[in-house]
């Protein structure tokens, strides 16, 4: 028996807290935590304790076509048949928790390959914060908008520093567990504006900072007649990275013909992909790049199987900026390739995908917000910053 433990980053919220998969021969079967990740500080909430489950359910195992296991070269060919369509008529529909080298890799084919004019994520919302973790410590108020603690729990139970040291916390949205935290609370259910109260408090405090959701647009447009800091929270683990990378939300368009979708962790954005299930009914082809078994797969005309996250290596960037290693824990099942091979694959060889060290330094040149980052930086367990917006 082999038991090791891999140090990688949590596969579900944008706080990006550190852990450690127990991998026994091969196999990822538990979490115990990483003390010197400076984000959790060792500590993870329910989910982050249950990463280990997330590479093991409802697996994708081998490439299908209709439904119907094929060999891999028979299902490549089968979704290349997506380079025929043109512009419009191609929407492309990204996961927001593919790693920053895979994400850049399938929006760079989309864009230079496929030549799709709809590309954007399935889920997670755009915004890059001003804000970073250390500001809750150093502000004397934070205004929360909506119940953010139940997405990202321990970004929450870092907010406690903002009383710890004699501020406050303001809230806005409905009853909810964030709602219980703070000293100032507004219930509503929905929001336009910010009360008298809550205004006039972030109005007279020295260092403000306003948190709130990534996909909550009513308390995007309030945070921004605002004159504070904010932090702009994403629920998955990536979404950072893809408003970095110019994507924005995922809309089917109208003339829409052919969708390739990368989906993966089923039981968090189930409910999104069955909102699209009405609309894929008149596509003439959906090419789906999935870890784990989805609507979006039992629809489509093409699935080729992926690795998950923590079982193919890169980085992945927090709602703060932090961008920090992912490594891979344990093999994907069966046929399951790396999503930087599938595109690979799909490109014909156009986009090497193996040394993850030189796609991320691609990405670094083509994207303004990754600076001068170096691979190397990543590796400490603080990780390296992307520049504030
Ligand atoms: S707060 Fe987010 S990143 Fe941290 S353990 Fe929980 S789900 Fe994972």
Known sequence: MELKYVTTICPYCGTGCGLNLIVMDGKAVGVAPYHRSPVGSGKLCTRGLHAAAALAEWRIEEPLIGGQPVEWDAAIAEAKKIANYQGDEIAVAISSRLTNEAMFLVASFAREILGAANIGIVYGGTGASTAKIVDFGKADVVLLIGDVMKKLPITGNKLYHVQKNGGKLLYLGP?????????????????????????????????????????????????????????????????????ALGLGSFVLGEKTKALFIITETPEMEEDIYATLMPSLANLELIVAVASNATYISDAATVVLPAAASNEYP?????????????????????????????????????YAWEDKAKIFADLVAAVPAYGQIVYEEIEKPEGAFIKEA
């Open 314 to 350: 890169g980085t992945v960037t927090s709602w703060e900026g932090r961008v920090q290693k992912v490594r891979a824990a344990s093999a994907a099942p069966g046929g399951a390739k790396c999503p930087c091979e599938i595109i690979s694959l799909l490109a014909d060889g156009k």
């Open 175 to 243: 009853q909810s567990y964030t709602a219980v935290q703070a000293d100032v609370v507004v219930i509503a259910d929905e929001y336009t504006e910010l009360p008298t109260e809550l205004a006039d408090a972030i109005a007279a405090a020295k260092n403000p900072v306003v948190a709130y959701l990534a996909n909550d647009a009513a308390a995007s447009a309030i945070a921004a007649r605002l004159s504070a800091k904010t932090a702009i929270l994403y629920d998955t683990n990536n979404g950072r990275a893809a408003t």
